[in-house]
């Protein structure tokens, strides 16, 4: 390149950059001058607004929490509220040495080395000028010791706040679930700002599915402090907005009965409204004191809690999933009437076995003897196996799979309650998606009488059970029935409903389940009622399998090892208001476990002066143990060792 | 400012400061605003001595590093600037996936026991790598060599709004473009960007939620109190409000040393570090920011002085982006403490305490030293030295 061309494009260069750093010189005095001329307006023309806040500006803003919102029953009995409690503040940013100050405040009030680690632990989360607690719940005795010696104390505040008790404790832990310390995950998920003041949030149950509803809306309070950050006036207060109170459909009564009627097994009870959806009951046993983890529950109990093998913490009405064993087949008669394969009247013989066409796999009753000729009301009644393992077998998993999804098995019912399990209702592209496995005849054979692969929740029984008594409504389950006192209710047509293809198929059903209860062979006569008529199924699911030849004999088996015992009903048949299903887990057969519990609470729900009927409940079970004990056998005790079973315990296979 | 101090006298026969590579009036402006800094400190942190000795030891670790790269030539410089930038991008993603979390931000690396922080070097490497990058080609330069150099300040800028970390994102990413704006980038395009920039802030005014797209939450809310500081008088609002009532009380002369209310009863945030500023305002007024602010300015118009003397491409570009990065720190503290502008967590350069940015600050001066003082040198040597850029 010449010489002249590169001095010329030099020169350029030189020009062009003397013009840029003009340029930057003019951006650079404009923006300070803004800047400077922002100071004029602060420093200069506002100055006398500002002197006059900063010479009372002792003054701070500080949060006001909202009140949680309380939770009732449908009778108006407090299932969660707020009690007040004197805690002890300290303000770390007014703090210089703040081990010396508590090491200080331990000689004057009692602080453990919890309350010294959650004290540590919440003052990395807090914002720095936001006061974290070092003692909650002072005694009377506390509160005057520290009062004399407070003016020792700089930057430390005592204080009223709001506890959450649960008076019920174990009864309601699972429903009503509980709040506990905000932690690392919740603080990213939530608006921090609308939380200022606020340390604790529903973690399960219906606190945490009603969080945003409970938690209000947060309040400032501008006061003035001293120079030891005591308060000495209040200026100005923007109240908090409360939470809004939640009203439920659920009652306390019904569920102690659930709870007591479940004894000391493990198990499941729900209990639904038909006509309103809203559950009445959502038992699940074994429960624990949900007051243990409100303040943070200790180590010790946790541990306890966790590695109980009867998993208390776990609810198992909305997240337990178990083989619905025979409560399936009124859904599966329905499927086979509603997609034409059978007609109620059409019967099979039972000969006490069954053979898919061509296979020697054999599938046995439950009733080594068989049932005869069976139409669809007997195999209903007497719980024939054979008449559901044809009757599957003939329609086809997937068509099952189809019909039965309407009811929500193998789907969420919608019920508002926290990460609710949809369980499993197999299909052929579930098997192949779930296991990378070819689905067959046997297993679909198997799904027939609600074994295999087929798991539910208790919840999703009674729903399905609602469902069929009010009609095909897909009402949602609902446990708060008013939020603030607005229903939660669905205006009518805004319900969607099963399409049906014959309103007497459902009939149909209904007679059969109706005949379980009120026919002298059927597997839960002992529950009759004589002031209003029951419809219901027992259901027996198996925990182990048979090998082939081997038979099924409770006393060689560990209890763990025994089987459930379900039963789904609904009274009364004609008028039905209420859906129930039990779930006793280990508890032998349904007819003789769980029927009765669902018989208590039905009369609990529709008889006035249930106290009355449920001694007479009992004292017709007591006069029918005593004819029973031979027909044990006859009932469906023995059922369902379907071959090569190759499912063990599945309840909590998630 | 007297022409005397701007330019240095040609005649005089070389004096000590030049051979040491020192330039004198940078090295003032630099000296009087730390010592000035220390004062304030002092104030700040409610007389605590220990703090003020720890910030002078940082002063003292940052002017030697200042002084050992005014040693290094500008030609050297350049040639080890995409080392430096490769080596600094690495560190970015190492931060990425093995950082310290601090406040809920990934920014720290831990090596050998220090704790550093890899986007400061990065505000650096950034403008040395662009730099290096357009003084090698062919000038005026081509479009899309300033797109290339864009790109190579977007991959970094990219890797710490990650961490997540905008203020500092927001510097780096302003120090690349500072070497495209005196590399020659059109006005057209100037007055282009800084429309669609306007067009975005009002969109925004429009419709706050258009933020999500682009920020974190706790980001959006402290745009959006800057909007409304009374929307959230708890959080993000508090600082802003803290700090009026602390400036706006200081007045045109301020209450005197020491005698801040605000800050001495504790209501201000952040106030020896990001929030220094209102302390200053409050003790020494109006008064005593501006004559803080001639500093400033003294300081920025020596760089700029530096940038057009300069007699390669390369100091110029870089020494213009660094002065005005630079300034970029000035105008974002100020403009977030007095309420012009979001609350980004930018310190005051040389006045906050802490280690890190001083450090990066006083490198800065090292190069902006080096590019003057080599100059007769470079001359004759720049040829000896291949880039890696020819």
């Known amino acids: 390149m010449p010489i002249a061309t590169t001095q010329q494009q030099q020169a350029i260069m030189r020009r062009r950059l003397i013009g840029r750093v003009v340029a930057t010189v003019v951006f650079v005095l404009l923006t300070l001058g803004l800047v400077i001329a922002r100071l004029y307006w602060l420093q200069i023309t506002n100055h006398e607004v500002y002197t006059t806040l900063s010479t009372d500006n002792r003054i701070r803003l500080l949060p006001l929490p909202p009140a949680r919102g309380e939770i009732t029953d449908r009778n108006g009995v407090l299932l969660a509220q707020n009690i007040p409690s004197i805690d002890l503040f300290i303000f770390p940013d007014k ?5 010396e ?11 453990s080395d919890d309350d010294r680690s959650r004290f540590n632990k919440l003052k990395k989360r807090q914002r720095r000028f936001e006061r974290v607690a070092i003692r909650t719940g002072l005694n009377q005795q506390e509160m005057a010791k520290y009062a004399v010696e407070r003016h020792r104390f700089r930057g430390v505040d005592m204080g009223i706040t709001l506890r959450r008790y649960y008076p019920y404790g174990e009864l309601t832990a699972h429903v009503v679930g509980y709040i506990g310390r905000i932690n690392e995950r919740e603080l990213e998920r939530i608006d921090q700002a609308a939380y200022s003041g606020t340390s604790h949030i529903g973690k399960t149950g219906l606190e945490r599915y009603y969080e945003d509803q409970l938690h209000g809306e947060v309040g400032v309070q501008k006061v ?52 309103s959806g809203g559950i009445l009951a959502l038992a699940s046993k074994p429960g624990f004191d949900a007051n243990l983890f409100v303040d943070g529950i200790s180590f010790k109990d946790y541990g306890a809690l966790r590695e109980n093998p009867e998993t208390p913490l776990y609810n198992r009405t909305v997240h337990g999933r178990y083989p619905p064993g025979s409560t399936i087949k009124p859904f599966h008669a329905l499927a086979g009437l509603e997609l034409g394969t059978v007609t109620a009247n059409q019967t099979i013989y039972c000969p006490g076995h069954y053979r898919i066409k061509g296979s020697g796999r054999k599938f046995r009753d439950w009733k080594k003897s068989g049932h005869g000729t069976t139409n669809l009301y007997k195999a209903i009644e007497q719980s024939c196996d054979v008449y559901f393992y044809n009757l599957a077998y003939s329609m086809g998993i997937d068509n099952m799979h189809d019909y039965l999804s309407q009811f929500r098995f193998g789907q969420k019912t919608g019920a508002d309650m926290p990460n609710e399990t949809g369980a499993v209702y197999p299909s052929v592209m579930w098997k192949k998606k779930r296991y990378n496995k070819v689905w067959v005849a046997g297993d679909t054979v198997n799904a027939g009488i609600g074994q295999g692969y087929l798991l539910v929740s208790p919840l999703q029984l009674a729903y399905a059970t609602a469902v069929l008594a009010g009609d095909g409504k897909l009402i949602p389950p609902r446990l708060a029935s008013h939020i603030d006192g607005i229903s939660t209710a669905l205006p009518d047509n805004e319900i969607p409903r099963i399409e049906k293809k014959a309103p007497h198929h459902w009939a149909q059903v209904i007679q059969g389940m109706s005949q379980v209860v009120e026919s002298p062979r059927g597997t839960a006569k ?9 419809a219901g199924k027992t259901g027996t699911a198996q925990v182990v399998s048979m090998k082939q030849n081997e038979t099924y004999d409770a006393k060689k088996l560990a209890k763990d090892k025994h089987d459930h015992a379900l039963f789904v009903a609904f009274a009364p048949t004609d008028d039905p208001q209420i859906a129930i299903s039990v779930i006793v887990e280990h508890g032998g057969h349904g007819g003789s476990t769980a029927a009765p519990i669902a018989r208590r ?20 079970k007591e006069a029918e143990e005593e004819n029973s ?23 909590d296979d998630e | 400012m007297s022409d005397s101090i701007l330019s240095m006298p040609k005649h005089v026969s070389t004096p000590l400061l030049p051979r040491l590579h020192i330039d004198l009036p940078l090295l003032t402006g630099i000296l009087l605003l730390c010592a000035f800094g220390l004062a304030m400190l002092y104030s700040a942190s409610d007389s605590d001595i220990a703090m003020v000795k720890r910030q002078l030891v940082n002063i003292a670790i940052a002017l030697v590093i200042m002084f050992a790269i005014a040693q290094l030539s500008p030609a050297k410089l350049k040639a080890i600037s995409p080392w430096f930038y490769l080596a600094g991008l690495a560190l970015l993603i190492a931060v990425l996936v093995m950082g310290d979390m601090g406040k809920g931000a990934q920014r720290w690396l831990l090596i050998g026991g220090f704790r550093f922080q890899p986007s400061e070097i990065v505000k650096i490497a950034v403008p040395m790598m662009c730099a290096g990058f357009l003084a090698s080609r062919p000038q005026p330069v081509k479009a899309w060599h300033l797109l290339v150099a864009f790109l190579l300040t977007l991959i970094p800028a990219a890797l710490i709004i990650k961490q997540p ?13 500072f070497t495209l704006f005196f590399a020659g980038l059109s006005w057209r395009l100037i007055i282009l960007i800084v429309a669609i920039a306007i067009a975005g802030i009002s969109a925004v005014l429009f419709d706050p939620d258009i933020l999500d797209a682009f920020m974190h939450p706790y980001q959006k ?14 959080g993000a609002g508090y600082h802003i409000i803290q700090a009026s009532i602390a400036i706006g009380s200081g007045g045109m002369f301020g209450k005197g040393w020491l005698n801040g209310t605000q800050c001495h009863l504790d209501f201000l945030p952040e106030q020896h570090t990001d929030f220094i500023f209102a302390v200053i305002a409050e003790e020494l007024g109006l008064v005593g920011i501006i004559i803080m602010m001639l500093l400033y300015l003294f300081i920025i118009l020596r760089g700029l002085y530096i940038t057009a003397m300069s007699d390669s491409a390369y100091g110029r570009l870089l020494g213009g982006s660094l002065t005005l990065v630079f300034f970029i720190y000035l105008l974002v503290n100020t403009g977030m403490v007095t309420g012009i502008l979001p609350v980004v967590g930018v310190p005051l350069p040389l006045v906050s305490y802490g280690g890190t940015s001083i450090i990066t600050i006083m490198a800065g001066f090292g190069i902006l030293m080096s590019i003057h003082t080599h100059r007769e040198l470079s001359r004759t040597r720049q040829s000896e030295i291949t880039s890696f850029f020819d």
């Not at chain 1, 703090?95 to 081990?99: F, P, S």
């Not at chain 1, 100050?101 to 602080?111: C, F, G």
């Not at chain 1, 609470?601 to 017709?620: K, N, P």
């Not at chain 2, 970390?165 to 473009?177: C, F, Q, R, S, Y």
């Open chain 1, 224 to 275: 003035e402090m001293d120079a030891t950050s005591h308060i000495m006036r209040v200026i100005e207060t923007q109240p908090p907005v409360n939470g809004k109170d939640i009203k439920l459909n659920f009652d306390i009564e019904l569920q102690r009965i659930a709870m007591d009627g479940l004894g000391e097994h493990s198990g499941a009870i729900v209990a639904i409204d038909i006509k």
């Open chain 1, 101 to 111: 100050t508590i090491e200080q405040l331990s000689k004057v009030i009692s602080i």
């Open chain 1, 95 to 99: 703090v210089k040495n703040i081990g």
């Open chain 1, 526 to 534: 002992r529950i009759r009622s004589k002031s209003y008529r029951i």
């Open chain 1, 601 to 620: 609470i039905m009369d609990a729900f529709l008889l006035e002066e249930s106290i009355e009927t449920e001694q007479q409940v009992s004292s017709e």
């Open chain 2, 221 to 234: 809310r402290r745009v959006l109190t800057l909007i409304d500081p009374q929307n959230d008088p708890l």
């Open chain 1, 629 to 651: 004990e031979g027909e044990n056998t006859e009932e469906e005790n023995l059922q369902q060792r379907s071959d090569a079973q190759q499912n063990g315990e599945r309840q």
């Open chain 2, 165 to 177: 970390d905008l203020g500092t994102a927001i510097l780096v990413t302003a120090a690349g473009v």
